[in-house]
Protein backbone atom coordinates (compact mmCIF):
# COMPACT_ATOMS: atom_id res chain seq x y z
CA UNK A 1 0.00 0.00 0.00
CA UNK A 2 1.69 3.22 -0.88
CA UNK A 3 1.64 5.46 2.26
CA UNK A 4 2.65 8.37 -0.03
CA UNK A 5 -0.03 11.28 0.03
CA UNK A 6 1.35 13.17 -3.13
CA UNK A 7 1.04 12.43 -6.56
CA UNK A 8 3.77 10.86 -9.23
CA UNK A 9 5.36 12.78 -11.89
CA UNK A 10 6.79 16.16 -12.53
CA UNK A 11 5.65 18.61 -9.92
CA UNK A 12 3.84 20.46 -13.06
CA UNK A 13 0.61 18.78 -13.07
CA UNK A 14 -2.59 19.96 -11.94
CA UNK A 15 -2.61 17.48 -9.42
CA UNK A 16 0.30 18.17 -7.55
CA UNK A 17 -0.63 22.01 -7.89
CA UNK A 18 -4.03 21.12 -6.04
CA UNK A 19 -1.76 18.77 -3.57
CA UNK A 20 1.03 21.31 -3.12
CA UNK A 21 -1.77 24.64 -2.18
CA UNK A 22 -3.01 21.46 0.32
CA UNK A 23 -0.34 21.09 2.29
CA UNK A 24 -0.86 22.17 5.85
CA UNK A 25 3.18 22.27 6.51
CA UNK A 26 4.43 25.68 4.82
CA UNK A 27 8.47 24.76 5.31
CA UNK A 28 7.40 21.12 2.82
CA UNK A 29 4.84 23.41 0.69
CA UNK A 30 7.67 25.61 0.00
CA UNK A 31 9.95 23.00 -0.98
CA UNK A 32 7.08 21.77 -3.21
CA UNK A 33 6.33 25.29 -4.62
CA UNK A 34 10.24 25.79 -5.75
CA UNK A 35 10.25 22.97 -7.57
CA UNK A 36 7.19 23.44 -8.89
CA UNK A 37 8.23 26.36 -10.25
CA UNK A 38 11.48 24.51 -11.81
CA UNK A 39 9.10 22.41 -13.60
CA UNK A 40 7.21 24.54 -14.61
CA UNK A 41 10.19 26.22 -16.40
CA UNK A 42 11.48 22.83 -17.66
CA UNK A 43 7.85 22.58 -19.74
CA UNK A 44 7.87 25.77 -20.90
CA UNK A 45 11.54 25.66 -21.97
CA UNK A 46 10.14 22.41 -23.91
CA UNK A 47 6.91 22.92 -25.08
CA UNK A 48 7.08 27.02 -25.77
CA UNK A 49 10.45 28.38 -26.16
CA UNK A 50 14.49 26.94 -25.41
CA UNK A 51 15.48 30.29 -25.05
CA UNK A 52 13.71 32.85 -23.25
CA UNK A 53 12.38 31.88 -19.68
CA UNK A 54 8.94 32.08 -18.29
CA UNK A 55 8.02 34.35 -15.24
CA UNK A 56 8.36 30.57 -13.35
CA UNK A 57 12.01 30.95 -13.58
CA UNK A 58 12.49 33.70 -11.37
CA UNK A 59 9.52 32.99 -9.17
CA UNK A 60 11.59 29.84 -8.61
CA UNK A 61 14.75 31.41 -7.06
CA UNK A 62 12.84 34.03 -5.41
CA UNK A 63 10.77 31.11 -3.63
CA UNK A 64 13.74 29.53 -2.63
CA UNK A 65 14.99 32.42 -1.30
CA UNK A 66 11.62 33.02 1.10
CA UNK A 67 12.52 29.19 2.24
CA UNK A 68 15.21 30.50 3.94
CA UNK A 69 12.85 32.51 6.22
CA UNK A 70 9.67 30.26 6.08
CA UNK A 71 12.98 27.88 8.17
CA UNK A 72 13.71 30.67 10.18
CA UNK A 73 17.43 30.10 8.91
CA UNK A 74 18.21 34.00 7.42
CA UNK A 75 17.64 35.95 11.02
CA UNK A 76 19.73 38.69 11.52
CA UNK A 77 22.79 38.17 13.59
CA UNK A 78 21.74 42.20 14.86
CA UNK A 79 18.73 41.12 15.79
CA UNK A 80 19.10 37.94 17.58
CA UNK A 81 21.73 40.33 19.75
CA UNK A 82 18.77 42.60 20.48
CA UNK A 83 16.66 40.23 21.56
CA UNK A 84 19.04 38.33 23.58
CA UNK A 85 18.87 34.94 21.54
CA UNK A 86 21.21 32.84 19.43
CA UNK A 87 19.81 31.29 16.09
CA UNK A 88 18.28 28.68 17.68
CA UNK A 89 16.30 30.60 19.77
CA UNK A 90 18.69 29.78 23.21
CA UNK A 91 18.62 32.44 25.29
CA UNK A 92 22.04 34.93 25.77
CA UNK A 93 21.01 37.91 27.42
CA UNK A 94 24.19 40.09 27.02
CA UNK A 95 22.44 42.97 24.72
CA UNK A 96 23.70 46.22 24.74
CA UNK A 97 20.24 47.40 27.18
CA UNK A 98 21.29 44.93 29.81
CA UNK A 99 21.83 47.59 31.98
CA UNK A 100 17.71 49.00 32.00
CA UNK A 101 15.72 45.43 32.83
CA UNK A 102 16.78 43.09 35.70
CA UNK A 103 17.91 40.17 34.28
CA UNK A 104 15.68 37.81 35.48
CA UNK A 105 13.27 39.54 33.19
CA UNK A 106 14.93 39.29 30.29
CA UNK A 107 15.80 35.94 31.04
CA UNK A 108 11.89 34.79 31.28
CA UNK A 109 10.39 32.49 29.02
CA UNK A 110 7.87 34.29 28.19
CA UNK A 111 9.55 37.75 27.31
CA UNK A 112 11.99 35.14 25.03
CA UNK A 113 8.76 33.93 23.68
CA UNK A 114 7.21 37.41 22.60
CA UNK A 115 10.64 37.96 20.56
CA UNK A 116 10.60 34.67 19.14
CA UNK A 117 6.86 35.52 17.90
CA UNK A 118 8.45 38.65 15.86
CA UNK A 119 10.80 36.41 13.91
CA UNK A 120 7.55 33.58 14.05
CA UNK A 121 5.11 36.05 12.63
CA UNK A 122 7.64 37.39 9.86
CA UNK A 123 8.21 33.87 8.65
CA UNK A 124 4.62 33.59 8.39
CA UNK A 125 3.91 36.32 6.60
CA UNK A 126 6.53 35.07 3.85
CA UNK A 127 5.20 31.49 4.04
CA UNK A 128 1.23 33.46 3.62
CA UNK A 129 2.65 35.12 0.71
CA UNK A 130 4.13 31.80 -0.77
CA UNK A 131 1.55 29.92 -0.97
CA UNK A 132 -0.78 33.43 -1.90
CA UNK A 133 0.68 33.69 -5.26
CA UNK A 134 1.37 29.84 -6.08
CA UNK A 135 -2.47 29.26 -5.38
CA UNK A 136 -3.06 31.43 -8.04
CA UNK A 137 -0.75 31.06 -11.13
CA UNK A 138 0.51 27.49 -10.32
CA UNK A 139 -2.63 25.63 -11.24
CA UNK A 140 -3.02 28.22 -14.39
CA UNK A 141 0.36 27.40 -15.83
CA UNK A 142 -0.49 23.78 -15.04
CA UNK A 143 -3.47 24.09 -17.33
CA UNK A 144 -1.91 26.17 -19.68
CA UNK A 145 0.94 24.04 -20.22
CA UNK A 146 -1.49 20.71 -20.45
CA UNK A 147 -3.09 22.90 -23.38
CA UNK A 148 0.33 23.42 -24.88
CA UNK A 149 1.46 19.93 -24.95
CA UNK A 150 -1.86 18.42 -26.34
CA UNK A 151 -2.37 20.33 -29.76
CA UNK A 152 -0.51 19.58 -33.03
CA UNK A 153 -0.64 23.04 -33.97
CA UNK A 154 -2.08 26.22 -31.46
CA UNK A 155 -5.68 26.09 -31.11
CA UNK A 156 -7.69 29.64 -31.00
CA UNK A 157 -11.02 28.09 -29.69
CA UNK A 158 -9.09 26.03 -27.17
CA UNK A 159 -7.22 29.33 -26.17
CA UNK A 160 -10.15 31.50 -25.82
CA UNK A 161 -12.30 28.63 -23.59
CA UNK A 162 -8.79 28.76 -21.81
CA UNK A 163 -8.77 32.67 -21.10
CA UNK A 164 -12.50 32.62 -19.89
CA UNK A 165 -11.26 30.53 -16.98
CA UNK A 166 -9.05 32.43 -15.49
CA UNK A 167 -11.01 34.56 -13.06
CA UNK A 168 -10.46 38.06 -13.14
CA UNK A 169 -10.04 39.96 -10.02
CA UNK A 170 -11.52 43.61 -10.08
CA UNK A 171 -8.42 44.91 -7.94
CA UNK A 172 -5.69 43.77 -10.21
CA UNK A 173 -7.54 43.90 -13.78
CA UNK A 174 -7.34 41.38 -16.85
CA UNK A 175 -3.24 41.16 -16.73
CA UNK A 176 -3.10 37.46 -16.63
CA UNK A 177 -5.19 36.76 -19.39
CA UNK A 178 -3.41 39.13 -21.65
CA UNK A 179 -0.59 37.40 -20.26
CA UNK A 180 -1.37 33.83 -21.32
CA UNK A 181 -2.64 34.83 -24.48
CA UNK A 182 0.90 36.46 -25.21
CA UNK A 183 2.63 33.07 -24.19
CA UNK A 184 0.32 31.47 -26.89
CA UNK A 185 1.01 33.78 -29.62
CA UNK A 186 4.53 33.03 -28.45
CA UNK A 187 4.24 29.90 -29.90
CA UNK A 188 3.56 30.68 -33.45
CA UNK A 189 6.20 33.62 -33.62
CA UNK A 190 8.63 32.81 -36.59
CA UNK A 191 10.57 36.39 -35.44
CA UNK A 192 12.86 35.48 -32.77
CA UNK A 193 13.13 39.19 -31.56
CA UNK A 194 9.25 39.50 -31.62
CA UNK A 195 8.86 36.08 -29.84
CA UNK A 196 11.11 37.49 -26.68
CA UNK A 197 9.42 40.73 -26.37
CA UNK A 198 6.18 38.59 -26.51
CA UNK A 199 6.92 36.54 -23.61
CA UNK A 200 8.57 39.46 -21.85
CA UNK A 201 5.47 41.01 -22.26
CA UNK A 202 3.93 38.12 -20.34
CA UNK A 203 6.45 38.06 -17.73
CA UNK A 204 6.11 41.35 -16.63
CA UNK A 205 2.16 41.09 -16.92
CA UNK A 206 2.64 38.15 -14.14
CA UNK A 207 5.06 39.56 -12.03
CA UNK A 208 3.00 42.63 -11.85
CA UNK A 209 -0.04 40.13 -10.17
CA UNK A 210 2.17 38.50 -8.52
CA UNK A 211 3.59 41.59 -6.66
CA UNK A 212 -0.28 43.63 -6.01
CA UNK A 213 -0.79 40.30 -4.44
CA UNK A 214 1.73 40.38 -2.53
CA UNK A 215 1.34 43.58 -0.75
CA UNK A 216 -0.27 42.77 2.14
CA UNK A 217 2.18 39.88 3.01
CA UNK A 218 5.13 42.03 2.22
CA UNK A 219 4.10 44.96 4.56
CA UNK A 220 3.47 42.62 7.11
CA UNK A 221 6.43 41.00 6.86
CA UNK A 222 8.31 44.36 7.14
CA UNK A 223 6.50 45.43 10.43
CA UNK A 224 7.34 44.36 13.32
CA UNK A 225 4.44 42.77 15.48
CA UNK A 226 5.56 43.65 18.99
CA UNK A 227 2.46 45.75 19.80
CA UNK A 228 0.19 43.21 18.12
CA UNK A 229 1.30 40.41 19.99
CA UNK A 230 1.11 42.47 23.26
CA UNK A 231 -2.62 42.73 22.33
CA UNK A 232 -3.19 39.65 20.93
CA UNK A 233 -5.31 37.92 23.53
CA UNK A 234 -4.17 34.62 22.37
CA UNK A 235 -0.84 35.53 23.75
CA UNK A 236 -0.43 35.84 27.07
CA UNK A 237 2.22 36.65 29.37
CA UNK A 238 1.09 33.87 31.91
CA UNK A 239 -0.25 30.68 31.45
CA UNK A 240 -3.74 31.34 32.50
CA UNK A 241 -6.11 33.93 31.06
CA UNK A 242 -6.75 37.05 33.01
CA UNK A 243 -9.39 39.51 32.69
CA UNK A 244 -9.04 41.83 29.91
CA UNK A 245 -8.87 45.20 32.17
CA UNK A 246 -6.02 43.88 34.12
CA UNK A 247 -4.25 42.65 30.64
CA UNK A 248 -5.16 46.55 28.95
CA UNK A 249 -3.46 47.67 32.42
CA UNK A 250 -0.39 45.86 31.97
CA UNK A 251 0.20 46.48 28.66
CA UNK A 252 -0.19 50.40 29.35
CA UNK A 253 2.14 49.73 31.89
CA UNK A 254 4.57 47.68 29.74
CA UNK A 255 4.18 50.35 27.12
CA UNK A 256 4.78 53.40 29.30
CA UNK A 257 7.68 51.93 30.70
CA UNK A 258 9.45 50.62 28.10
CA UNK A 259 7.89 52.48 25.06
CA UNK A 260 11.41 53.76 23.74
CA UNK A 261 13.16 50.65 23.94
CA UNK A 262 9.94 49.33 22.07
CA UNK A 263 10.20 51.76 19.32
CA UNK A 264 13.78 51.15 18.88
CA UNK A 265 13.72 47.37 19.09
CA UNK A 266 10.35 47.87 15.76
CA UNK A 267 13.20 50.32 13.95
CA UNK A 268 16.21 48.12 14.14
CA UNK A 269 13.79 45.36 13.51
CA UNK A 270 12.38 46.81 10.25
CA UNK A 271 15.62 47.69 9.15
CA UNK A 272 16.72 44.55 8.91
CA UNK A 273 13.65 42.12 7.59
CA UNK A 274 14.48 44.99 5.06
CA UNK A 275 17.71 44.29 4.28
CA UNK A 276 16.88 40.43 4.43
CA UNK A 277 13.98 40.24 1.96
CA UNK A 278 15.42 42.44 -0.54
CA UNK A 279 18.35 40.01 -1.51
CA UNK A 280 17.99 37.38 -4.11
CA UNK A 281 20.09 34.29 -4.15
CA UNK A 282 20.29 32.92 -8.23
CA UNK A 283 22.84 30.23 -9.67
CA UNK A 284 25.10 32.84 -10.74
CA UNK A 285 25.39 34.99 -7.39
CA UNK A 286 23.36 37.01 -5.22
CA UNK A 287 21.81 39.95 -6.34
CA UNK A 288 20.50 43.11 -4.13
CA UNK A 289 17.22 44.73 -4.54
CA UNK A 290 18.01 47.66 -2.87
CA UNK A 291 20.90 48.15 -5.82
CA UNK A 292 20.71 48.31 -9.82
CA UNK A 293 20.49 44.97 -11.61
CA UNK A 294 24.25 44.26 -12.93
CA UNK A 295 24.83 44.19 -16.43
CA UNK A 296 25.72 40.84 -18.14
CA UNK A 297 28.60 39.30 -18.04
CA UNK A 298 29.51 40.60 -21.31
CA UNK A 299 28.86 43.96 -20.14
CA UNK A 300 25.82 44.71 -21.82
CA UNK A 301 22.26 45.81 -20.14
CA UNK A 302 19.84 43.61 -22.10
CA UNK A 303 20.35 40.47 -24.66
CA UNK A 304 20.13 41.39 -27.98
CA UNK A 305 16.37 40.64 -28.52
CA UNK A 306 15.37 43.07 -25.70
CA UNK A 307 17.63 45.73 -26.27
CA UNK A 308 14.81 47.85 -28.10
CA UNK A 309 11.43 47.07 -27.54
CA UNK A 310 9.11 47.81 -30.09
CA UNK A 311 5.93 45.44 -30.02
CA UNK A 312 2.58 47.19 -28.83
CA UNK A 313 2.79 44.28 -25.89
CA UNK A 314 5.71 45.13 -24.33
CA UNK A 315 6.82 48.62 -25.03
CA UNK A 316 3.94 50.46 -23.10
CA UNK A 317 4.73 48.52 -20.06
CA UNK A 318 8.29 49.67 -19.91
CA UNK A 319 6.89 53.51 -20.34
CA UNK A 320 4.83 52.80 -18.10
CA UNK A 321 6.33 51.00 -15.05
CA UNK A 322 10.66 51.60 -15.35
CA UNK A 323 11.33 55.08 -13.91
CA UNK A 324 14.39 54.88 -16.26
CA UNK A 325 13.42 53.42 -19.51
CA UNK A 326 16.30 51.42 -21.23
CA UNK A 327 18.62 51.73 -18.45
CA UNK A 328 19.85 49.03 -15.69
CA UNK A 329 20.63 52.40 -13.85
CA UNK A 330 18.16 53.53 -11.04
CA UNK A 331 16.74 49.90 -11.31
CA UNK A 332 17.52 49.35 -7.71
CA UNK A 333 14.32 49.75 -5.39
CA UNK A 334 14.78 52.01 -2.83
CA UNK A 335 11.88 51.16 -0.22
CA UNK A 336 10.74 46.88 -1.09
CA UNK A 337 7.34 47.90 0.71
CA UNK A 338 6.49 50.21 -2.51
CA UNK A 339 4.53 48.30 -4.95
CA UNK A 340 6.04 50.76 -7.88
CA UNK A 341 9.77 50.29 -6.51
CA UNK A 342 9.55 46.69 -6.50
CA UNK A 343 8.18 46.56 -10.53
CA UNK A 344 10.63 49.41 -11.36
CA UNK A 345 13.34 47.03 -10.31
CA UNK A 346 11.48 43.81 -11.72
CA UNK A 347 10.74 45.27 -15.08
CA UNK A 348 14.75 45.73 -15.49
CA UNK A 349 16.11 42.33 -13.91
CA UNK A 350 12.85 40.42 -15.89
CA UNK A 351 14.32 41.98 -19.31
CA UNK A 352 18.36 41.67 -18.76
CA UNK A 353 17.72 37.84 -17.54
CA UNK A 354 14.92 36.95 -19.46
CA UNK A 355 17.81 34.90 -21.83
CA UNK A 356 20.09 33.26 -18.64
CA UNK A 357 20.18 29.68 -19.32
CA UNK A 358 21.52 29.46 -15.99
CA UNK A 359 18.09 30.24 -14.42
CA UNK A 360 16.89 26.96 -15.98
CA UNK A 361 19.15 24.95 -13.06
CA UNK A 362 17.36 22.92 -10.80
CA UNK A 363 17.26 24.67 -7.25
CA UNK A 364 17.65 21.39 -5.34
CA UNK A 365 19.52 18.06 -5.85
CA UNK A 366 18.17 14.78 -7.46
CA UNK A 367 18.25 13.38 -3.90
CA UNK A 368 16.41 16.04 -2.34
CA UNK A 369 13.93 16.39 -5.00
CA UNK A 370 13.43 13.03 -3.98
CA UNK A 371 12.66 13.48 -0.51
CA UNK A 372 10.45 16.57 -1.35
CA UNK A 373 8.43 14.60 -3.68
CA UNK A 374 7.28 12.56 -0.37
CA UNK A 375 6.70 15.81 1.52
CA UNK A 376 10.04 15.43 3.47
CA UNK A 377 12.47 18.08 4.06
CA UNK A 378 15.21 16.64 2.66
CA UNK A 379 19.04 16.95 3.98
CA UNK A 380 21.99 18.90 2.95
CA UNK A 381 21.77 22.45 2.15
CA UNK A 382 18.60 23.96 0.64
Known amino acids: MNSNPFPTGPLSSPEWAEAIIANPDPVVRNLQITQSYHQFTVDFRQWVDPDNVCWCAFATWASKQAGRFIRNEQVPESLLELWGMDPDGTPTPQPWYWFLVPSRVLKSPRVLRYARMTVEDTSAQIAAGNKLVYSKLAPIFADFLNMVREQSRPDEARLQKFLEGIVVEESIGEGLRLAFSYYFKALSEKDPKAKAELIYAAN ?147 RSRQQDATLFQAPFTVEQIAGISIGKTPGGKL
Open 204 to 350: VLIGQHEQIRLQGPIEGALTAPIRAAMHDPERRWTGTPIPMIIRQLLVWLIETLFGAWIDRVEKKWKTAATKMLMTLATPTGVLRLGEDVPPLPGGEQYPEALRNLTLPEALPLMEQLDYTPNLLSGSGAADWASLNDRLNYILDLF
